[in-house]
């Protein structure tokens, strides 16, 4: 076992639901690592070697005393330090939560133990999980950012570090990282995963998410954590599809894609512009350009109303304990919400039906939105998380995305593809995900085409 055997999810659980590998070994495995890159990349926030091992070890004792197994037996999996979890601290990325301890795991923390996973540590997050940077750095190029808030989520993928984490979005704090990392970041539809055990910044856009090396390895994590919690008013008791075997199956036709540029695609770089169009030149009648509404020039400032009051109602309790101890940025945000009237927030909340009985009308004649994860290579610029403008629209609407690693920018940095699907069509966008990451990795080079 090396650990670079850790990078694929799906096929290191495959060996350990057989016993052809040992929990304790994939535990030191992802631990070498960490301990060959944490120094330079930085994304843990909270990590106790011998706590993962006796997770471990306390697998392999139960699968020899033959009890039944998890779906996820013997995987490690790190954490966004949001969610909370019984053994380990939970600080928000803020000085205010130092040394937190929670007395309970989060709804997804208590999951992932009962489906057998290793809790292998807490990633790093941004202030209250908005724009403040980490301390961690890129893995591709340490000058450079990972992104926000779920930064230390992406990074260990990235590095190589967990084959598996969660992470979560309000606007773009999953697909940012997914695309400036080179990883496959999965953001289901909103109310699909529940929250209860996490900090709140808007009820209407905060969704949890995960990142993993392939769409197959991303399905996985998602299907174990997908459910209802009373906790969660936004979560319903409805069956789920089985993600993992609708992501493996074929399409039953070929995929149709609309390639949608999006109100903001001058601020896409021309990198991440030639990226979107050689795509869109790749599959040819599959693929066709598409306009959205005049309406959507109001999903960005509404998506605003809706995270900048959240922000004022529920980060009032650290505002309260330590303002001075807040960045400039979480400061401005909380004064900016203050100032929302009641009306214009509801007015807001309008919007998510009305925009998305526009995308309704896409998705009945294609299968997939096309459209930039991020408006380029990751900045160089490590007092900054970049921006997160192609994410909001999808924020907004609670619709699934995911972020998919299919490009590069002239600096060599990933460039990750957005593809979105329809509301409660989560396995139908990771189907059509992965036939698009089959499709590109089975076609020639650019130069190599006729």
Same mark, same amino acid.
């Given at each position: 076992? !090396?650990?670079?055997?850790?990078?694929?999810?799906?096929?290191?659980?495959?060996?350990? @639901?057989?016993?052809?590998?040992?929990?304790?070994?994939?535990?030191?495995?992802?631990?070498?690592?960490?301990?060959?890159?944490?120094?330079?990349?930085? @994304?843990?926030?909270?990590?106790?070697?011998?706590?993962?091992? @006796?997770?471990?070890?306390?697998?392999?004792?139960?699968?020899?005393?033959?009890?039944?197994?998890?779906?996820?037996?013997?995987?490690?999996?790190?954490?966004?330090?949001?969610?909370?979890?019984?053994?380990?601290?939970?600080?928000?990325?803020?000085?205010?939560?130092?040394?937190?301890?929670?007395?309970?795991?989060?709804?997804?923390?208590?999951?992932?133990?009962?489906?057998?996973?290793?809790?292998?540590?807490?990633?790093?997050?941004?202030?209250?999980?908005?724009?403040?940077?980490?301390?961690?750095?890129?893995?591709?190029?340490?000058?450079?950012?990972?992104?926000?808030?779920?930064?230390?989520?992406?990074?260990?993928?990235?590095?190589?570090?967990?084959?598996?984490?969660?992470?979560?979005?309000?606007?773009?704090?999953?697909?940012?990282?997914?695309?400036?990392?080179?990883?496959?970041?999965?953001?289901?539809?909103?109310?699909?995963?529940?929250?209860?055990?996490?900090?709140?910044?808007?009820?209407?856009?905060?969704?949890?998410?995960?990142?993993?090396?392939?769409?197959?390895?991303?399905?996985?994590?998602?299907?174990?954590?997908?459910?209802?919690?009373?906790?969660?008013?936004?979560?319903?008791?409805?069956?789920?599809?089985?993600?993992?075997?609708?992501?493996?199956?074929?399409?039953?036709?070929?995929?149709?894609?609309?390639?949608?540029?999006?109100?903001?695609?001058?601020?896409?770089?021309?990198?991440?512009?030639?990226?979107?169009?050689?795509?869109?030149?790749?599959?040819?009648?599959?693929?066709?350009?598409?306009?959205?509404?005049?309406?959507?020039?109001?999903?960005?400032?509404?998506?605003?109303?809706?995270?900048?009051?959240?922000?004022?109602?529920?980060?009032?309790?650290?505002?309260?304990?330590?303002?001075?101890?807040?960045?400039?940025?979480?400061?401005?945000?909380?004064?900016?919400?203050?100032?929302?009237?009641?009306?214009?927030?509801?007015?807001?909340?309008?919007?998510?039906?009305?925009?998305?009985?526009?995308?309704?009308?896409?998705?009945?004649?294609?299968?997939?939105?096309?459209?930039?994860?991020?408006?380029?290579?990751?900045?160089?610029?490590?007092? !900054? !998380?970049?921006?997160?403008?192609?994410?909001?629209?999808?924020?907004?609407?609670?619709?699934?995305?995911?972020?998919?690693?299919? @490009?590069?920018?002239?600096?060599?940095?990933?460039?990750?593809?957005?593809?979105?699907?329809?509301?409660?069509?989560?396995?139908?966008?990771?189907?059509?995900?992965?036939?698009?990451?089959?499709?590109?990795?089975?076609?020639?080079?650019?130069?190599?085409?006729?």
């Amino acid at each position: 076992m !090396t650990a670079e055997r850790t990078l694929d999810a799906c096929e290191l659980r495959d060996h350990l @639901a057989r016993g052809e590998i040992s929990a304790l070994a994939v535990a030191e495995a992802c631990l070498a690592r960490v301990a060959e890159k944490e120094g330079e990349i930085e @994304a843990f926030a909270f990590l106790h070697a011998d706590h993962v091992l @006796a997770q471990a070890q306390r697998l392999d004792d139960w699968r020899k005393a033959g009890k039944p197994i998890g779906r996820l037996h013997g995987l490690p999996v790190a954490l966004k330090d949001i969610i909370d979890t019984a053994d380990m601290p939970t600080e928000n990325g803020t000085v205010l939560d130092a040394g937190r301890r929670p007395r309970q795991d989060a709804f997804v923390a208590a999951k992932l133990r009962a489906e057998g996973a290793i809790l292998f540590g807490k990633t790093t997050t941004t202030e209250l999980a908005y724009f403040a940077p980490t301390k961690t750095r890129n893995p591709h190029d340490t000058t450079r950012t990972p992104g926000g808030s779920s930064a230390g989520s992406a990074a260990s993928v990235a590095a190589g570090m967990v084959p598996l984490s969660v992470g979560t979005q309000t606007n773009g704090s999953m697909l940012r990282p997914a695309s400036y990392c080179g990883v496959v970041g999965f953001k289901p539809g909103h109310g699909v995963i529940p929250r209860t055990g996490l900090i709140v910044q808007s009820e209407p856009l905060d969704t949890i998410g995960v990142f993993g090396r392939s769409v197959e390895d991303a399905a996985l994590l998602a299907e174990v954590l997908q459910g209802y919690d009373a906790g969660d008013r936004d979560t319903h008791p409805i069956a789920r599809d089985r993600l993992l075997e609708v992501a493996r199956s074929a399409p039953p036709v070929k995929p149709q894609f609309a390639f949608i540029k999006t109100p903001v695609w001058d601020q896409a770089d021309a990198d991440m512009q030639g990226a979107m169009q050689e795509l869109a030149g790749l599959l040819g009648d599959q693929c066709d350009e598409v306009e959205l509404p005049a309406a959507f020039a109001n999903a960005h400032p509404a998506h605003r109303r809706l995270m900048m009051a959240g922000f004022a109602r529920n980060l009032r309790p650290w505002a309260e304990r330590g303002w001075d101890q807040l960045s400039r940025h979480m400061q401005d945000a909380i004064e900016e919400g203050r100032e929302i009237k009641a009306v214009d927030y509801l007015a807001a909340l309008d919007w998510r039906n009305i925009l998305n009985a526009g995308l309704d009308r896409v998705f009945a004649r294609y299968d997939a939105i096309l459209t930039p994860a991020a408006p380029g290579e990751a900045p160089d610029d490590l007092s !900054t !998380t970049g921006d997160p403008v192609f994410n909001t629209i999808w924020s907004l609407c609670g619709v699934p995305a995911l972020s998919l690693p299919l @490009a590069n920018g002239a600096n060599g940095m990933p460039l990750g593809i957005q593809i979105v699907g329809a509301r409660g069509q989560e396995g139908r966008l990771l189907r059509t995900a992965r036939w698009l990451m089959d499709h590109v990795a089975a076609s020639p080079e650019p130069e190599d085409r006729p």
